[in-house]
Nanobody, 120 residues
């Protein structure tokens, strides 16, 4: 059974940094393009970033370009998101997901997410 476990969230001040991780099991991780998504209170879930199956191609939503870096380690079934220069508007629950359609259409199964809170 497919399982995605996100971790690494926390509370930081604006300008700070966090590194999120997503560990996958129950799927052949290296076969999937992967994405990070986030959902702020009262808002729709939105796409943040994607990485193709071998890590050779990455994409970012405009609001995080230059601040976030997505990466993956297929040997460890792990997806990461390095988040620098965090802003209060980055506050959200963050989720990882395998992509059904590149670059931003996920499969519907979600993990529990990890909460990121950025204070001004």
């Amino acid at each position: 059974q497919e399982q995605l476990v996100e971790s690494g969230g926390g509370s930081v001040q604006a300008g700070g940094f966090l590194r999120l991780s997503c560990t996958a099991s129950g799927l052949t991780f290296g076969n999937f393009n992967m994405g990070w998504f986030r959902q702020a209170p009262g808002k729709e879930r939105e796409w943040v970033s994607s990485i193709n199956w071998n890590g050779g191609t990455t994409l970012y939503t405009n609001s995080v370009k230059g601040r976030f870096t997505i990466s993956r380690d297929n040997a460890k079934n792990t997806l990461s998101l390095q988040m620098n220069s965090l802003k209060p508007e980055d506050t959200a629950m963050y989720y990882c997901a395998p992509l059904r359609v590149w670059p931003a259409t996920p499969y519907s199964d979600w993990g529990q997410g990890t909460q990121v809170t950025v204070s001004s």
